[in-house]
């Protein structure tokens, strides 16, 4: 089992920034792929961002290029998620999600259900 508890998110107005933090515990959550979703009211849960379980490859949504930046820190079981520039079409509940079963070093996975375990998620709202 792998627990995952989200954090950081918070109300804030267009171009300012956040950063959210992944909290894994349980099975050793550092071996993993990780990535981030989010999902806004009425639509479908959406992929963000994704780091290897080495942490030197990283994917990320063409709406958030260049402005977000997902990190890991393995030593404390941590993944990160710089968010940058803001817009209130980034509102929406972020979820962060381990890939548990990729064996391949670099791979970082971007499809929602190559997931199997998933923190409850924290809510960011940008206003305008």
């Known amino acids: 089992q792998v627990q995952l508890v989200e954090s950081g998110g918070g109300l804030v107005q267009a171009g300012g920034s956040l950063r959210l933090s992944c909290a894994a515990s349980g099975r050793t959550a550092s071996r993993y792929a990780m990535g981030w979703f989010r999902q806004a009211p009425g639509k479908e849960r959406q992929f963000v961002a994704a780091i290897s379980r080495s942490g030197i490859t990283t994917s990320y949504a063409d709406s958030v290029k260049g402005r977000f930046t997902i990190s890991r820190d393995n030593a404390k079981d941590t993944v990160y998620l710089q968010m940058n520039s803001l817009k209130p079409e980034d509102t929406a509940l972020y979820y962060c999600?381990?890939?548990?079963?990729?064996?391949?070093?670099?791979?970082?996975?971007?499809?929602?259900?190559?997931?199997?375990?998933w923190g409850q998620g924290t809510q960011v709202t940008v206003s305008s």
């Open positions: 999600a381990a890939d548990t079963l990729i064996t391949y070093f670099e791979y970082t996975p971007k499809i929602l259900g190559e997931y199997d375990y």
